[in-house]
């Protein structure tokens, strides 16, 4: 999942943003609301966490202007700021959720799973694909009760495969939602990371999972159909 951190204060993003990128998701930073915006509607984001208080356009405002935009990507507001009427401001400008600092950052994750569950339609926190289990709160990984090991990309990788299970998942959606903006589209990052994902998850085991339709895109699915070359 691809979020947009907005903080102006630089050891905080980075501490953050580190933190993100540690369990898994694709982060971006924005240091004022200019940026931000600019970012908003230049990516295609699964969540933003804003801060309040920012240079140039605070997060009200920031809030304010993605919703007018028709913007529905959830927004967890931050602030410094401990009172009743600024959470209902943030609130009333179109932020989902608010958290008031300085905040312990396993609150933080569990606030951000809470909404990337909510989008669009209730997600569950355990998704199951034939006999893969993956579970999104603890980051396990399961294949027929057996423990699989990977790196915070490939579950990144597999999570986002896994919540679009059963449909074709273009390239360019996985370099939109599971890399940041450093992502080369020339590369072949995703494709080697298809690859290692496909000898944990597949070798020696049916059935396949992990299926290449060629022109088209990548599909995590238990029925046949599609290469899984």
């Known amino acids: ?67 007018a935009s028709e913007s529905s990507v ?19 400008a179109g932020a989902d959720d608010y958290l008031v600092k300085p905040f312990d950052f396993h609150e933080l ?8 569950r909510r989008g669009r339609t209730l997600q569950p926190e355990i998704l199951e694909i034939a006999d893969l289990i993956i579970d999104t709160r603890s980051h396990e990984i399961s294949r027929a009760a057996k423990l699989i090991e990977l790196t915070a990309k490939e579950y990144a990788l597999l999570e986002y495969l896994a919540r679009r299970a059963n449909q074709v998942v273009s390239r360019s959606e996985i370099a939109e939602h599971v890399w940041d903006e450093n992502f080369d589209p020339f590369s072949n990052l995703i494709e080697v990371y298809i690859q290692r994902l496909r000898r944990k998850i597949d070798d020696g085991r049916e059935p396949k999972l992990i299926r290449t339709l060629r022109g088209e895109g990548y599909r995590l699915a238990a029925e046949s159909g599609g290469s899984s070359v």
């Open 1 to 67: 999942m691809r979020i947009l951190l907005v903080e102006d204060e630089p050891d905080v993003a980075q501490m953050l943003a580190k933190g993100l990128r540690e369990q898994s998701y694709a982060v971006d930073v924005a240091a004022d609301g200019d940026s931000a915006l600019h970012l908003v509607f230049l990516n295609n984001y699964d969540l933003i966490v804003l801060d309040v208080m920012l240079p140039l356009k605070d997060g009200f405002a920031v809030c304010r202007e993605l919703r």
């Open 74 to 92: 959830p927004v967890l507001m931050l602030t410094a700021r401990d009172d009743v009427q600024d959470r209902i401001t943030g609130l009333d």
């Open 109 to 116: 994750l569990a606030r951000l799973r809470a909404l990337l």
